[in-house]
């Protein structure tokens, strides 16, 4: 059983900044590409960053020079840091993990429960 938990969101006014966090657990192989997410009601998720197992990354337009997104050394914690935060910023926040567990032959994708940000004009 695999499982990712993020922790770290709220409530921001503009300008200001907020830390992410996202921590894998359970039965894991191997953690390949992560990334956060992001969802408003009514639209799509989209992609925020992500970041591979070299440590290569790739930001939305959007977020970029804005937000960072790091792991750390056992790569197990995904952080987004997010500065300058803007009221469109605002939406629910979701790690995403390619992970294979143990007893697999190939990764899965899983989803954390999302976090809520709210950034205040």
């Known amino acids: 059983q695999v499982q990712l938990v993020e922790s770290g969101g709220g409530l921001v006014q503009a300008g200001g900044s907020l830390r992410l966090s996202c921590a894998a657990s359970g039965s894991i192989f191997s953690i390949n590409k992560v990334g956060w997410y992001r969802q408003t009601p009514g639209e799509q998720r989209e992609l925020v960053a992500e970041i591979d197992s070299a440590g290569s990354t790739n930001y939305a337009d959007s977020v970029t020079g804005r937000f960072t997104i790091s792991r750390d050394n056992a790569g197990n914690t995904i952080y987004l840091q997010m500065a300058s935060l803007k009221p469109e910023d605002t939406a629910v926040y979701y790690c995403?993990?390619?992970?294979?567990?143990?007893?697999?032959?190939?990764?899965?994708?899983?989803w954390g429960q999302g976090t809520q940000v709210t950034v205040s004009s």
């Open positions: 995403n993990g390619r992970i294979r567990p143990f007893r697999h032959f190939k990764e899965h994708s899983f």
